[in-house]
C-alpha cells in the first residue's frame, strides 16, 4: 500500500463513518419524526379545511365547497381522495368516487365539521404521507450525495495537497536516506520550510555529516587496530563459536608455522596437541551451554603444536566478545618455550638454595640459640660474645636468604596468598604485640591510633599482612631515636582502609624518593651494618600490597621523620568474633583483676592455647555454655560468687562435669581445705602470687595424659636432628629417621603422636610419607622450601626452616599434641 | 369644428355585478375607448361593488346609463324612467327546473310541496321567473333553498337536498358531464329579451341616438363584435321597453326580495 492510499484512507473511512451513522441512525430517526410531523400538518390543514367548509356547507352552497375540494385535491399532490358525508352519512363529494391507487398505502385522516355542538358533515382524507415525506427525504437524499461527494471532493484534494506539501518531500528524504544508508554521503537534500519535515532533513543532514565523520575516524581506527595486531609480537587468533579460526596475525603464523590462509575456517583443534585436541570441543560446549570457563578469561599455560607436529609450552589468553550478537573467541597466543627454559632452571636454582642453604642455617641458628639459651652462664665471657656475634650473623644471613627467596616468588608470582576476612584492628593489634620487643630493645614506644570503626574488614593474607607491618614498624623502630614514639594509625576513607606507620627519624632523602622501593636500597649504604636489615623489606612489602591490590607510599622532610602508609580496599563482609588464632587450643579464664587476667593470657598463649576471659562467674557460665573450652583457670573471689559455687554448678551439669579446673586464687589453700572430700575433682590448686613454672606444669599436667607423646622427626641433617632433639625431648619420647626408607620402616613399626617431616630426602620426596601416616596424627612440615598450599592443607602445620625459630617450633609441637589429645 | 366648440362630453355607465368588477372594467372599458374614438363621448364606467348597491344606484339615477338585467329594466323604467336602448338580438333568457334524472317527477304540479333549490331569490332567470310561474302559472307552494349559485342548485338535487332546482340552460350545460348526467330539465319558463343597455330619461335624444348608432356600429365589424361578446351581446341591435311588457306582467316584483330591506 504506497503512501498516497495511506493517506487516503482515513478520511475516506471518516467520510464512511459519517456517512452511515448520517444514512442508518439520524435518518431513519429523522424520517420517523418527519412523517409524524407530516401527519400532524395534514391533521391540522384537514381540520383548516373543515372549518373553512363549515359556511358553505351551511348554505348548502355544495358547489362552493365542491370548488374548495376539488381545489384542494388538485393542489394537494399526495392527496388521493377526499370524502365529504353529511350528517346522515350520506356522501356529499365526490360526486363520483375515484378509483383508489395500487400499490399506495393511505393514511386516512378523518375529521368531524362541527357546527352549534353538533356535527353536520365528515370529512375524510386520504393521504399517501410517505410520498409526502419523500420530497424531503429526496432532498435529505440528494444533500446525502453532495455531502459525500464534496467530502469525496475534499479527501482527494486534502490527498493531493498531502501528496504535494508531504509526500514528495518524504520520497525525496527517504531517497536521501537510502543514499546516506548505500554509503553515498555527498548525497544533499534542500528543504527549506521550518516545518517537522525541515527538522528531519536538518536532522538528516547532521546525522549524514556525523556517519561520515565517524566512519573516516572508524576506517582508521581499525587501520590502526590491524596494524597493532599485524605487528603484535604475541600471535592472536580469534575464533568463532564453533571453534573455527576467523583470523590469524602474522606472529601467530611465526609461531605456529602456518600461513593464515592454511588455518582459515579450520578449527582451533589443529594448533592442539593431546589431550588439548580431544578435550578441548568438550570445554567449548561445556562453556556454551553452562558457562564454566576453563580457559575463558584466566591465563593459561597450554601446550602448542606447530605445522612440523613439534609441541611447545604456550601461553593462551582466551577472551570472549560479542560482536553484534556474534560470540566470538580472542586468543592470544605467546611462545614461552624459552621462558619455560629459563624458569626451569631458576626453580632449580631456588630450590637448591633453599635446600643447600637453609638446613645448615638452620642447625647453626639453632644450635647457637640453644648454647645461648640453656648454658649461657656456663660460658666465659669472651666465648659467649663470640657466639652471640656469630649467633646475630646467622640470624642476618637467615633474613636475608628468605628475603631473597621471597622476592624471587613474589616476582614470579609464585607465592601463595591465602586471602581471608579479617578484623584490621585485631590485626593491626597483633602487628604491634609481635614488635614491642623490638620496639623495647631500642626503647622506643609504639603507640596505636585506631580512627576506624571496629568491625573494619580486610581481604588478605594474615601472615603477608604481618610481615608488611613487621617491615614497616621495625623500619621505623629502627630509625627512631631513643625515647620516641612510633606511632600506628588507622584511618578509612572513600572505601579504603589506610594504615599509617610514623616515626620521629632522620626522615629519607628527596634524591632517595625513585630508588626506595628497589632492591637492596638504603639510604646510606652504611646503614644496613648500622641498622641490620637487608635493604629487600621494602622491595617485598611493595611486592605484597601490590599483590592485595592495595598501594604503598609515603611522606617525608628531611630532618622531621617519616610516614609510610599502606592503603587497603575494605571489605563489606564483617568478621564478628574475630580471633587471630582460632585453632589454638581455648582456655578460659575466670578472674575479675584485669591485670592478673592479661598475665595468665599471655602465658597460655605461651604454652600454644588461647584464652577467653570472663570477669564475673555468670559470664563464665555463659561463654561456657556455648563455646568449647580445654580448661579453666579459675578465681575464686570473684564480684557476683564464690568460686566453688560456681565449680559445683559445673559438675552438675553434662557438657561441663569433665571440664579440667585449675583454681588460681589468693584463698586457693582455704578452698582446698573446704572442699576436701568433695565428689567433684579440682586439677591443681595455685595460691598466689602465680609461679610461672608451677602454671605451665599444671596447665600440661591438666590437659595432657600423664603419657609421654612420641614424636617422630625425619631429616636428613642430623644437625637440624641435634637441635631439635635438644628442643623437644624434654616433654616427649624424640625419635627420628634421615631417609624415606627408615622413615617407612619406622612408621610401620612404631606408633607416633606426631611427625615431622623434611620434604627433601636423598631417597625421595617426605611428602610420600603423608599416605602412610594415621590421618589422626599430626604432622608438621618443616623444610628449607616454603610449601604449597595444596599441600598445606594435608598436614596440621608447615614450618620453614631459617625462618622458624626454636620456640615456634616448640609452641607448634605443643599446641598440636593438645589438639590431638582432645579429639 | 364641435370637438373645438364644445367641451368633453363626459356620461357614466353603470354595469350589474355579475362579476367581479376587473373583469368588468376589462370587458368594458375596450368598448366604451372604441365609442369614444367614434363619437368623441366619453364614456366613464362606474362599477358597484354588490347588487343592492347597484340597484341603489340606479334608482337613485346615478348613472347615464346602465347595462342591467331585464328586471332591474322594468324596476328602473318604473322608478326613474331609463328605458332600454340596447340589447342581444339573438337570443333570449329563460330559467330551466332540473331535478334528478332518477326523479319519478314528471310534471311541474308534482312539486307542489317539495323543496326546490334556487341560487339566490332575485335570480332572473332560475329563480325570479320560475317561482312567479309557479305561483301564478301552476298555483304549487314550494319550499325553497337557496344555495347561493347555480352550481350548488344542481348538487343539491343530483344530492337529493332538493328535489328539484332552478337554474338556466348556460350554467347547466357549464356543469361537468359526472353531474349533468345525473340530473334532466323537467321544465324550461317562458323566455324573456336579455339584459339592456337603457339611458337615464334626462339624456337628450341625439346624444342617446349616436350612442346607440356607434353600439350598433361595433356590431358590424369582427373586432367590434368580439368586443361585445365578451358583455356577452351576440347580435345587438335596437331595444326598447316594449321588449320587456311580459316580464312586466309577470308581476315579479311580488318575489323579489329586497336584499337591503334584509
Known amino acids: 500500500m504506497n503512501l498516497h492510499l495511506k493517506l487516503f484512507i482515513p478520511v475516506f473511512l471518516l467520510l464512511v463513518v459519517v456517512s452511515l451513522t448520517t444514512h442508518y441512525y439520524w435518518f431513519s430517526d429523522y424520517l420517523a419524526i418527519e412523517t409524524e410531523t407530516q401527519k400532524e400538518q395534514e391533521h391540522s390543514f384537514v381540520d383548516f379545511l373543515g372549518t373553512a367548509l363549515t359556511a358553505d356547507l351551511l348554505n348548502n352552497d355544495f358547489a362552493k365547497t365542491n370548488t374548495t375540494l376539488d381545489s384542494v385535491l388538485n393542489k394537494r399532490e399526495h392527496w388521493h381522495a377526499i370524502t365529504l358525508y353529511d350528517s346522515d352519512r350520506n356522501k356529499i363529494y365526490p360526486l363520483i368516487p375515484a378509483e383508489p391507487p395500487k400499490d399506495i398505502k393511505l393514511d386516512t385522516l378523518e375529521h368531524a365539521i362541527i357546527f352549534d355542538g353538533k356535527p353536520i358533515a365528515h370529512l375524510i382524507a386520504s393521504i399517501d404521507i410517505t410520498a409526502l415525506s419523500a420530497n424531503r427525504i429526496d432532498h435529505i437524499n440528494y444533500l446525502e450525495k453532495l455531502l459525500l461527494f464534496t467530502l469525496l471532493l475534499a479527501a482527494i484534494l486534502s490527498t493531493m495537497l498531502q501528496d504535494q506539501l508531504i509526500r514528495r518531500p518524504l520520497r525525496r528524504l527517504a531517497a536521501f536516506a537510502n543514499d546516506i544508508a548505500h554509503g553515498k554521503y555527498d548525497s544533499a537534500m534542500e528543504y527549506r520550510s521550518r516545518d517537522i519535515i525541515g527538522n528531519l532533513v536538518i536532522a538528516f543532514n547532521t546525522m549524514r555529516n556525523q556517519i561520515k565523520q565517524r566512519e573516516a575516524e572508524l576506517i582508521e581506527s581499525q587501520q590502526r587496530n590491524e596494524a597493532v595486531i599485524e605487528n603484535a609480537v604475541d600471535g592472536i587468533i580469534s575464533i568463532g563459536a564453533r571453534g573455527e579460526i576467523i583470523s590469524f596475525n602474522p606472529a601467530a603464523e611465526n609461531i605456529f608455522g602456518y600461513k593464515h590462509s592454511e588455518v582459515a575456517g579450520e578449527n582451533v583443534k589443529k594448533l592442539m596437541p593431546q589431550p588439548y585436541k580431544r578435550e578441548h570441543d568438550g570445554y567449548l560446549y561445556n562453556y556454551l551451554t553452562t558457562g564454566k570457563k576453563k580457559i575463558i578469561g584466566i591465563g593459561r599455560e597450554v601446550k602448542g603444536l606447530r605445522k612440523d607436529g613439534t609441541t611447545f609450552p604456550l601461553e593462551l589468553a582466551v577472551s570472549e566478545i560479542n560482536l553484534a550478537d556474534k560470540r566470538m573467541f580472542i586468543g592470544i597466543t605467546r611462545d614461552i618455550t624459552e621462558r619455560k627454559k629459563i624458569e626451569k632452571m631458576k626453580t632449580e636454582f631456588v630450590s637448591t638454595v633453599s635446600h643447600e642453604l637453609r638446613t645448615p642455617l638452620t642447625s647453626i641458628r639453632g644450635a647457637l640459640g640453644l648454647v645461648l639459651g640453656k648454658s649461657s652462664d656456663s660460658l666465659s665471657p669472651k666465648i659467649r660474645r663470640m657466639l652471640e656475634t656469630a649467633n646475630r650473623n646467622s640470624e642476618r644471613l637467615t633474613f636475608l636468604i628468605n628475603d631473597i627467596l621471597d622476592l624471587e616468588k613474589l616476582e614470579a608470582g609464585k607465592l601463595d596468598f591465602v586471602l581471608e576476612y579479617l578484623n584490621l584492628k585485631e590485626l593491626v593489634k597483633r602487628a604491634i604485640d609481635d614488635n614491642e620487643g623490638y620496639a623495647q630493645s631500642h626503647k622506643v614506644d609504639l603507640n596505636m591510633v585506631y580512627e576506624a570503626d571496629t568491625n573494619t574488614t580486610v581481604y588478605v593474607d594474615k601472615q603477608r599482612l604481618l610481615q608488611v607491618f613487621a617491615n614497616l614498624i621495625s623500619n621505623a623502630i629502627k630509625y627512631s631515636p631513643e625515647n620516641e614514639k612510633v606511632e600506628i594509625s588507622v584511618k578509612t576513607k572513600n572505601g579504603f582502609v589506610r594504615i599509617s606507620v610514623i616515626d620521629n627519624g632522620p626522615g629519607i632523602p628527596d634524591e632517595f624518593r625513585t630508588r626506595i622501593f628497589g632492591r637492596f636500597a638504603q639510604a646510606d649504604s652504611s646503614d644496613t651494618r648500622e641498622k641490620g636489615g637487608t635493604g629487600l623489606g621494602l622491595t617485598i612489602t611493595k611486592a605484597i600490597i601490590d599483590q592485595l591490590g592495595g598501594i604503598i607510599d609515603y611522606h617525608s622532610v628531611q630532618g622531621h621523620g617519616a610516614e609510610f602508609y599502606i592503603e587497603l580496599p575494605m571489605v563489606e563482609e564483617s568478621i564478628e568474633n574475630f580471633s587471630v588464632d582460632e585453632s589454638l587450643p581455648k582456655v578460659l579464664i575466670c578472674e575479675d583483676d584485669p591485670d592478673v587476667a592479661y598475665v595468665l593470657a599471655n602465658l597460655l598463649e605461651h604454652e600454644g592455647l588461647s584464652g577467653d576471659i570472663a570477669a564475673t562467674a555468670e559470664n563464665a557460665y555463659e561463654l561456657l555454655k556455648n563455646n568449647h573450652y580445654s580448661l579453666l583457670l579459675l578465681d575464686l573471689v570473684l564480684p557476683d560468687a564464690n568460686g566453688l559455687e560456681l565449680v559445683r554448678e559445673l559438675r552438675k551439669n553434662e557438657d561441663t562435669r569433665a571440664l579440667p579446673i585449675i583454681i588460681v586464687s589468693g584463698r586457693a589453700n582455704e578452698g582446698r581445705k573446704e572442699f576436701n572430700g568433695d565428689a567433684v575433682t579440682v586439677a591443681n590448686w595455685l595460691q598466689k602470687p602465680i609461679d610461672r613454672d608451677r602454671l605451665s606444669q599444671a596447665i600440661a599436667d591438666a590437659i595432657s595424659d600423664s603419657k609421654r607423646p612420641r614424636i617422630l622427626h625425619v631429616e636428613d641433617s642430623l644437625d637440624v636432628i641435634q637441635v631439635s632433639r635438644a628442643l623437644l625431648e624434654e616433654d616427649s619420647d624424640f625419635d627420628y629417621a634421615t631417609s624415606l626408607a627408615e622413615s617407612k620402616h619406622k612408621l610401620a613399626n612404631n606408633q607416633y603422636d606426631l611427625i615431622i617431616i623434611d620434604v627433601s630426602l636423598p631417597d625421595g620426596s617426605g611428602l610420600d610419607l603423608l599416605e602412610l601416616i594415621d590421618p589422626e596424627c599430626p604432622v608438621v612440615l618443616f623444610s628449607g622450601q616454603e610449601t604449597d598450599a595444596d599441600i598445606k592443607e594435608q598436614v596440621a602445620a608447615t614450618l620453614t626452616k631459617s625462618r622458624t625459630t626454636n620456640n615456634e617450633l616448640i609452641q607448634t609441637v605443643k599446641r598440636l599434641l593438645i589438639k590431638s589429645k582432645q579429639k | ?262
Not at chain 2, 340530473?183 to 350612442?211: D, E, G, M, Q
Open chain 2, 1 to 262: 369644428m364641435t370637438k373645438t366648440v364644445f367641451a368633453e362630453e363626459t356620461y357614466t355607465l353603470g354595469v350589474v355585478p355579475q362579476f367581479d368588477a376587473r373583469r368588468i372594467v376589462n370587458i368594458w372599458q375596450p368598448i366604451l375607448n372604441e365609442i369614444h374614438q367614434k363619437t368623441g363621448i366619453r364614456l366613464v364606467l362606474k362599477t358597484s361593488p354588490s347588487i343592492p348597491e347597484f340597484e341603489n344606484q340606479f334608482n337613485a339615477g346615478e348613472f347615464d346609463f346602465a347595462y342591467m338585467n331585464p328586471y332591474h329594466a322594468i324596476i328602473a323604467n318604473k322608478n326613474i324612467g331609463y328605458s332600454p336602448i340596447l340589447r342581444d338580438i339573438g337570443r333570449s333568457l329563460y330559467g330551466i327546473i332540473v331535478i334528478r334524472k332518477d326523479s319519478s317527477i314528471q310534471t311541474v304540479n308534482e312539486l307542489d310541496g317539495k323543496t326546490i333549490a334556487f341560487p339566490a331569490p332575485n335570480a332572473l332567470g332560475a329563480a325570479l321567473i320560475p317561482r312567479s310561474e309557479f305561483a301564478k302559472k301552476y298555483n304549487i307552494k314550494i319550499h325553497e333553498l337557496y344555495v347561493k349559485s347555480h352550481g350548488s342548485v344542481y348538487l343539491n338535487v343530483a344530492l337529493g337536498k332538493a328535489v328539484a332546482g332552478g337554474g338556466i340552460q348556460k350554467t347547466l350545460s357549464q356543469q361537468p358531464e359526472s353531474l349533468r348526467s345525473q340530473l334532466r330539465i323537467l321544465y324550461k319558463t317562458s323566455k324573456v329579451p336579455p339584459h339592456p343597455i337603457a339611458a337615464h330619461p334626462r339624456l337628450n335624444k341625439i346624444l342617446i341616438a349616436r350612442i346607440k348608432s356607434a353600439f350598433l356600429e361595433l356590431g358590424k365589424n369582427e373586432k367590434g363584435r368580439q368586443l361585445l361578446n365578451n358583455i356577452p351581446i351576440n347580435n345587438i341591435g335596437e331595444s326598447s321597453i316594449d321588449d320587456y311588457q311580459a316580464l312586466r306582467n309577470m308581476g315579479l316584483n311580488e318575489f323579489y326580495v329586497d336584499e337591503q330591506v334584509k
